[in-house]
């Protein structure tokens, strides 16, 4: 579409095409309402795409996002989407060398087998009993939270008493995360896995008082109503390419190429100003909805910008031509790198990656986790590969954060994606690098993207994948009644900054579609 050729008025304007612009695109079509969608790429899906990055081989890769946990059913369903995941058999691995000897722990399989991992770890069933009754509460915990993001925002003491369990609400809402992690669990290793999952993309220490951490965790942990992490069929550009078919079936116009360069509202009318490489358009709608980070929104508005966000993580794409051995003589790779595969997450080594990083360096012993999306779903890798016994390799790094980069991106990316390997080539019975598959033009099949890569890329504030530090899931002063609105009464932010955003969940777009509903 041209500029010259977009309609002036429509219902609704969402500048963005990301998974939550095109959740919020295909409930407003199909509601009857005329939608543009204005995105400054070339191509939708923002984070959630899946790419070939290595030349001149058939691998399609989720590049930014991998995961699915936080997508609501009631959306694939409401919206008739062809889209699928399929659940990890396995948990997670966690290598270590105890005693001298190589070993590790392994999560799934069976109770029986995961029990049996845990003894052989820390020597009886206190560890297992302990993580049983543990994951049992944020499990009920999750069964409650997780209907309630697609509702109206709940006030904090209605959520307090959905949830009705007073020690739950202690633990994950009012105490740093730490301190039930250490009175329940004695075992370093444990202690590590736990709290790993309060700290991916945010970085906190697990006593920090702003409580981050434990943001982090309660969102990890209540998806689906059971904190499981999902692999999506087809790459995580199999959600985005069915929601993008899903609005344009209904009706709604998706404009590639199109940036959204200034929002002009009076609270009853808005205009979009936005440019193409054949200049400059406007597009009129009497509702805005900002598919993008609080910073791009307040730029777009002309208001006071946020409080700067940060991002702190590595992000690590490979594609092996095998899987390589362990040195842990009970670890098959096939299981260990199915799910979670830790490295460096020790409950002590976490916290000094953190000292580390927020004394201004590298880790020494960046933590990280890897998975094998191959392996649950090998349909993204297209000719022979599969055959041939290729494997991708996903691996998330912790506690670098944007900071740490400011100095020269290039250089400190290839420090720490080299280091970040050791660590792993540690607990591997032949490097990593041995491996690694080649492109076309003979080049290692990796690539490693930084905070300020992300930021560039993707323009995700800092790098920070979530937009900003994540939101408790109740209402808080200013929030809004569907925790998407802004001090404009027709422009809504629906984007992963939006309260209970982060994540591919598509509940933003979902809410900001709602509360452009009910004023209909």
Excluded at 68 to 94: A, C, H, M, Q
Aim: charged fraction near 25%; charge should be negative.
């Amino acid at each position: 579409m041209s500029a010259n050729e977009t309609p002036r008025a429509y219902d609704a304007v969402i500048v963005g095409a990301g998974h939550n612009g095109l959740v919020a695109a295909a409930y407003l079509a199909r509601a009857g309402r005329s939608v543009l969608v204005l995105e400054r790429l070339d191509h939708t899906g923002g984070a959630a795409v899946s790419t070939r990055p290595f030349a001149g081989i058939d691998a399609r890769l989720s590049r930014y996002s991998y995961l699915v946990s936080l997508l609501p059913e009631k959306i694939v369903r409401d919206l008739g989407l062809d889209f699928r995941v399929r659940n990890r058999t396995i948990s997670s691995y966690t290598p270590v060398e105890r005693a001298g000897r190589p070993t590790g722990l392994l999560v799934g399989g069976g109770e029986q087998r995961t029990r049996e991992a845990f003894a052989r770890l820390t020597g009886s069933d206190r560890e297992y009993e302990a993580w049983q009754r543990f994951y049992g509460m944020t499990g009920r915990v999750a069964q409650r939270v997780f209907p309630t993001l697609t509702e109206p925002l709940p006030t904090r003491d209605a959520l307090r008493r959905r949830i009705d369990d007073e020690t739950a609400w202690r633990t994950l809402f009012e105490e740093p995360v730490g301190v039930a992690v250490e009175e329940t669990f004695a075992d370093d290793l444990v202690r590590g896995v736990v709290l790993t999952d309060a700290l991916i993309g945010t970085f906190a220490d697990a006593h920090d008082p702003s409580l981050a951490q434990n943001r982090c965790f309660l969102y990890h942990v209540i998806g689906g109503g059971t904190g499981a992490w999902d692999v999506p069929v087809g790459g995580m550009g199999a959600l985005t390419d069915a929601l993008a078919a899903a609005a344009r079936t209904a009706g709604a116009r998706i404009a590639t190429g199109h940036e959204a360069i200034r929002i002009d509202t009076d609270g009853h009318t808005a205009e979009v100003a936005y440019r193409t490489a054949d200049g400059e358009g406007v597009a009129a709608a009497r509702h805005v909805l900002v598919n993008a980070s609080p910073h791009e929104l307040a730029a777009l508005t002309g208001d006071a910008a946020p409080e700067p966000a940060e991002g702190a993580q590595l992000k690590v794409n490979m594609l092996l031509e095998r899987l390589p051995r362990l040195r842990d003589p009970d670890a098959d790779p096939r299981e260990a790198f199915a799910g979670t595969f830790h490295i460096a997450e020790g409950y002590a080594q976490l916290a000094t990656a953190h000292a580390q990083a927020a004394a201004g360096e590298l880790p020494t012993a960046p933590p990280s986790e890897i998975y094998c999306h191959s392996l649950t779903d090998p349909t993204i890798l297209g000719g022979d590969l599969a055959d041939r016994g290729y494997h991708t390799l996903t691996l998330f790094g912790l506690h670098t954060p944007a900071r740490l980069f400011d100095r020269d991106n290039d250089a400190v990316r290839e420090e720490l994606l080299k280091s970040t390997l050791a660590q792993l080539d540690a607990h591997l019975a032949e490097p990593l690098a041995d491996c690694l598959a080649t492109d076309a033009d003979g080049r290692p099949c990796i690539e490693a993207k930084t905070p300020l890569d992300l930021e560039r890329d993707l323009r995700l504030p800092g790098g920070n994948i979530f937009h900003r530090a994540l939101s408790w899931p109740y209402a808080q002063e200013d929030s809004g009644r569907w925790g998407v609105e802004t001090r404009h009464a027709d422009v809504l932010l629906c984007g992963a900054g939006a309260v209970r955003g982060g994540g591919v969940s598509g509940v933003p777009g979902h809410n900001a579609a709602m509360a452009v509903l009910e004023r209909n």
